[in-house]
């Protein structure tokens, strides 16, 4: 399996329930990326792992905490997540800090 | 504050003709500049990034960029209804620094 893919593709949550979300990359990239793309907003940064150190957090609540076990791999734990936290949750990769992003196909969340 | 300006549309071109897409930003340390095309219910992919001074073509795509006033824009020439999506910038900064900042993007609706 070749570029970045994200499971689950779709879920739905409870504000009481606590689940993770996956993403995988097989390009050989050092830096990965969490997003969060509501209707009507650009893009917003979550997390950025370089090398398996988070180095950045922008201003996240930690309801949502990232787990970066390798290169390859990040995970994105909820927990007692709003409603108006239902958005499209999109991981990507880079190979450095100019290059382009690869972006997974997303995870759709919908906190009930 | 870093902010990438777009217009969100939406833009209707009929098909055949040039579809003119536009982002201004406000950081002029801005050193590598994307376009990435986002369908509908998909993630975004990458479809030309920039880095210096003019025009740089790939195919029906040109990017042009123009430091000094601090814009970039896309051209799309032949357009084609398959090209009717969401096409949104992206800046990042030199020096190391991992955070591509996207604007909200643009519409553009090709019609036959």
């Known amino acids: 399996e070749t570029g970045v893919t994200q499971t689950p593709r779709h879920l739905v949550m409870g504000m009481t329930n606590k689940k993770s979300l996956k993403c995988e990359q097989h390009?050989?990239?050092?830096?990965m990326y969490w997003y969060k793309q509501s209707a009507k907003k650009p893009l917003e940064l979550m997390f950025v792992y370089s090398l398996e150190e988070r180095v950045e957090n922008n201003s996240v609540p930690s309801r949502f905490s990232p787990e970066c076990p390798n290169s390859s791999h990040l995970f994105l734990h909820l927990h007692t997540l709003q409603p108006e936290d239902s958005a499209l949750y999109l991981c990507a990769s880079s190979e450095g800090s100019v290059s382009p992003l690869h972006f997974g196909n997303g995870t759709r969340l919908t906190v009930t | 504050q870093k902010e990438v300006e777009q217009n969100s549309g939406p833009l209707s071109v009929p098909e055949g003709a040039i579809a003119s897409l536009n982002c201004t930003y406000s950081?002029?340390?801005?050193?590598?500049f994307f376009w990435y095309r986002q369908y509908s219910g998909k993630s975004p992919e990458l479809i030309m990034f920039?880095?210096?001074?003019g025009d740089k073509e790939d195919g029906r795509f040109t990017a042009q960029l123009n430091k000094a006033s601090q814009y970039v824009s896309l051209l799309i020439r032949d357009s084609q209804p398959s090209d009717s999506a969401t096409y949104l910038c992206?800046?990042?900064?030199?020096?190391?620094?991992?955070?591509?900042?996207f604007g909200r993007g643009t519409s553009l609706i090709v019609h036959p």
């Open positions: 390009l050989g990239h050092n830096a």
């Open positions: 920039i880095y210096s001074n």
């Open positions: 992206a800046v990042t900064l030199s020096g190391g620094s991992y955070i591509p900042t």
């Open positions: 950081d002029r340390g801005s050193q590598s």
